[in-house]
């Protein structure tokens, strides 16, 4: 600022507020101070406020400004004054605030001091309540310690008091007064298996062992005593039922068995307490569990002998009383034993609260006796009936309707089924005996081979029996009742005929060929006697042979009849054979497993072709190979016997459609035969044989043929089926075959050669003029009566055998009896359902039993 002259500083101090680029511009606020000092100055109020007169003595306060320093210093004093002037209130409040915080000093020295004379005081208390806390810990210590003390005190008299009881207990158990069966006796008993768990648990006592050992001898005491007092009760009991006074031989079995029983009853309550207490200890004690295990078996030998004895003589006068009844023999003794085992049941449960293998030997040992009796007399059975019947009666009636519903029967379970088990082998084997040499080497009677004679005597016997009917139907019952019992079937034939006049007396179950009415005889007794799977094995065979009886005897027929009688009668059969094996719920498939020894002949062959390399070193030695490459093989078949019934009727039906076709067509099948075997075939007109007129001669026999044979046949198909649809399903191939070989020849004769004037000769009918003579023959033999093919007509029609003469005469070629019938549906070759209007007589146990 020296530097600087004093022009200069005018001339900035001009600038500050220059219009131009001012070096201190002032705010708008600042200008308005300064307006307002210099109003305050020239004594003239500013705009802002009304216009009033300055007083006088603030004008005269006013110093005098001459330099900027005075109008500073001017305005820092005024700036003090104004400030002094708002700052009052400031200024009281804070002389008040000062007084204020005085007394609180004042205060706050007071506290001080209280706070110290109190810090005094708790110094003071602190002292006497330690002392006083101190006094107490002394005083619980020594109450604690007390405590300890007498709790050890307390511990040493318990644990001495099981050192002190082995006397006290052994002079209350040696006491005469003392009884088994009080509730004392079991407090003293309680006590010692108390006391001897306790020395058992405190090994590491000292003399522990030898406590032990005093009250295990005392245990021992007291178990000898419950042993001698129960073995005592049952010889008590024993000797009362087998006292010869009471017993008598003569008595029945109830009032034997009320003895028997009632005695052991009586005895119950004396046992009870004292069983019912070693049960509950035995659960958790080896001893009484022995204990329990020796006086079950004590009660199960005293009834072996009080029982025992009783149930074998009844079982005796059982097998005397029925010695040829088997079945009711095997009622009787299971329901003798099952009611000996219920009984014996019910008295254990009066003794014990659960079963024991006691129990079980003892009841095992009781049934043995049903095995023991009824299997020499089942192992020398040789009638099939009465073994099937024992095995339903045991596997129906014992073990699923009485055993498997009472659980307390498991050891009449055990001998029914060894029983069984036996029955089934010895069913198995007679059935093997009676497939063999009732069906496979049956030698049929002349009346069994009468087909279709006895066929058509039925059907005669059946219309004759429709007339009388008819004539006398109030008198119908006194009719059948006056017949015999196959009188009785053959009546039945005339109400199926009047229902079903398509009906055949082949339906009838008695008409059945022997071998299959014995098969499925057989099969449906078995079927509910025998295991699944060995049934299947059997049922196999049996159908394998009855296959081959038939074949036996339709063969045997077509030599004594014809063929057509012998096919039909084999496909009838097998159709009814195919019908009733169908409700068996099994699968006829065996497997059968044979050796193959193809490969031990061809190691044989080579080894035999290479001597040389025998034994030789190399990788080539014929013996090593022999041994390697010979090993027969194991193969396995699957045998179906459905199957094998399907195909033979297939067989059976192919043979009878050729058969049929030769007789209405033969001729015809003979001249295109010998036709197409000759060659060449435009030189066939030239043979004397195949001239025009030849022809014409075969075309007419072949025409005469189906007039003549068509007839019979479908009567013979007829008779035999008894069903439109399987006639019409077997006619069909026949006719086609019929049609087709008229086909043939006309077209030989279109690539023979022959002109128009020889086909006129030959006359060949076309097909639609065959089918419909086929078609006009069939319904020509519908509306005559004709004989079966085969079967030339009696001299003597109006003859008719009596119902009582052809019913001696099935009753001596059936010799065997039947089951009643049953329906069923015939199930036709191909298989395409036809519904059968058959009956079928088998009885009805195909349904699981």
């Known amino acids: 600022m020296d530097n600087m002259t004093l022009k200069e500083i005018q001339n900035k101090l001009l600038l500050w507020e220059a219009a131009e680029n001012p070096l201190a511009p002032l705010t708008s606020s600042q200008r308005e101070a300064i307006l307002d000092l210099e109003s305050v100055i020239l004594g003239v109020a500013s705009d802002s406020e009304e216009k009033k007169p300055i007083p006088q003595e603030d004008s005269q306060d006013i110093a005098p400004v001459e330099t900027a320093y005075d109008f500073l210093n001017w305005y820092e004093t005024l700036n003090e004054q104004n400030l002094k002037k708002y700052d009052a209130p400031y200024e009281a409040y804070y002389k008040q605030l000062e007084d204020r915080r005085n007394e609180c000093v004042s205060l706050t020295n007071q506290i001080t001091s209280t706070m110290s004379d109190l810090n005094k005081l708790s110094d003071e208390y602190n002292l006497v309540s330690n002392k006083t806390n101190a006094l107490h810990t002394m005083s619980e210590q020594l109450l604690a310690d007390q405590n300890k003390l007498s709790a050890i005190g307390d511990d040493i008299k318990h644990k001495m008091h099981y050192f002190t009881q082995v006397e006290h207990l052994s002079q209350r158990l040696n006491s005469p007064t003392m009884s088994v069966n009080s509730e004392q006796f079991f407090h003293v008993l309680a006590k010692i298996d108390e006391c001897l768990d306790y020395m058992r648990a405190n090994s590491t006592f000292k003399e522990a062992h030898t406590y032990t050992v005093k009250y295990r001898h005392l245990q021992s005491r007291a178990i000898s005593l419950i042993r001698s007092y129960v073995t005592q009760i049952l010889n008590h009991a024993t000797e009362q039922v087998l006292d010869p006074d009471e017993s008598n031989e003569s008595e029945t079995m109830d009032t034997a068995y009320a003895v028997y029983f009632g005695k052991f009853q009586a005895a119950a309550p004396k046992l009870r307490m004292v069983i019912s207490e070693i049960e509950k200890r035995a659960e958790n004690n080896e001893d009484y569990a022995s204990l329990l295990s020796d006086v ?65 030997e003892y009841l095992q040992s009781l049934c043995n006796g049903l095995y023991e009796t009824l299997r020499p007399d089942i192992i020398h059975i040789n009638h099939l009936e009465t073994l099937a019947e024992l095995c339903v009666i045991l596997r129906v009636e014992v073990i699923e309707e ?44 002349p009346g069994d081979l009468a087909y279709p004679d006895k066929l058509l005597m039925m059907e005669e016997i059946a219309l004759s029996l429709q007339e009388q009917s008819l004539k006398r139907s109030d008198s119908r019952n006194s009719l059948i009742s006056d017949i015999s019992a196959t009188s009785q079937e053959v009546a039945n034939i005339n109400v199926e005929v009047q229902r079903r006049p398509q009906a055949s007396p082949a339906d009838l179950h008695g008409m059945w060929y022997p071998g299959v009415r014995r098969t499925l005889a057989a099969l449906s007794r078995l079927y509910r006697c025998l295991e699944k799977r060995v049934f299947q094995g059997l049922a196999q065979e049996a159908i394998s042979l009855c296959v081959q009886s038939v074949d036996i005897a339709a063969k045997q027929i077509s030599a004594n009849k014809t ?13 009814i054979l195919r019908e009733q094996i169908a409700p068996f719920q099994v699968d006829f498939v065996v497997k059968e497993t044979t050796l193959d020894f193809s490969n031990v002949k061809n190691a044989a062959y080579g080894l035999m072709q290479k001597p040389r390399q025998i034994f030789s070193l190399n990788s080539n030695n014929a013996l090593l190979e022999f041994l390697l490459e010979g090993t027969p093989m194991v193969r396995e078949h699957l045998l ?86 399987t006639e019409f399903i077997l006619f069909r191939p026949i006719r086609n075959n019929v049609v087709g070989y008229f086909v043939q020849l006309e077209q030989i004769l279109s690539n023979s050669g022959y002109t128009y004037d020889d086909l006129l000769i030959v006359a060949c009918p076309t ?40 019913s001696e005469k099935l009753e001596e070629n059936n010799s065997n009896p039947s089951p009643p019938p049953n329906q069923n549906s015939i199930r036709p070759l191909n298989q395409n359902p036809i519904p059968s209007h058959n009956q079928n007589p088998l009885p009805p146990p195909y349904q699981n039993p």
């Not at 097998?319 to 008295?347: F, I, T």
């Open 296 to 360: 079950q078996r004590e009660y199960a030998v005293r009834r072996a002998r009080v029982a025992g004895g009783a149930a074998e003589r009844a079982l005796r006068g059982a097998a005397a009383r029925h010695a040829r009844d088997h079945c009711a023999l095997l009622r009787a003794a299971c329901s003798l034993l099952a009611l000996a085992v219920r009984d014996e049941c019910a008295l254990y449960r009066h003794f014990f609260a659960h079963p024991s293998p006691a129990l079980e």
């Open 402 to 445: 009485q055993v498997n519903n009472d659980p307390s029967l498991s050891a009449l379970a055990a001998a029914a089924r060894a029983l069984l088990q036996d029955a089934q082998e010895r069913l198995v084997f007679r059935a093997h005996v009676h497939l063999r040499a009732d069906v496979l080497r049956y030698r049929a009677a």
């Open 563 to 575: 063929n057509i009688d012998g096919e039909l009668f084999q496909i009838k059969h097998l159709l």
């Open 640 to 725: 179906d016997s459905r199957k094998e019934v399907d195909r033979q009727l297939k067989s059976c039906c192919e043979t009878f459609i050729k058969y049929s076709t030769e007789i209405l067509a033969g001729p015809l099948i003979e001249f295109i035969e010998k036709a197409q075997a000759f060659t060449p075939p435009d030189q066939l007109k030239s043979q004397l044989w195949a001239t025009p007129g030849k022809l014409a001669v075969v075309v007419k026999e072949a025409q005469k043929c189906i007039k003549a044979h068509l007839a019979p046949l479908q009567r013979s198909m007829q008779l035999y089926l008894a069903n439109k649809e």
């Open 767 to 806: 097909p639609e003029q065959v089918s419909v003579f086929i078609s006009s023959a069939s319904l020509i033999s519908h509306s005559e009566p004709v004989l079966p093919y085969g079967k030339k007509k009696p001299t003597n029609i109006s003859h008719r055998p009596s119902v009582t003469s052809i």
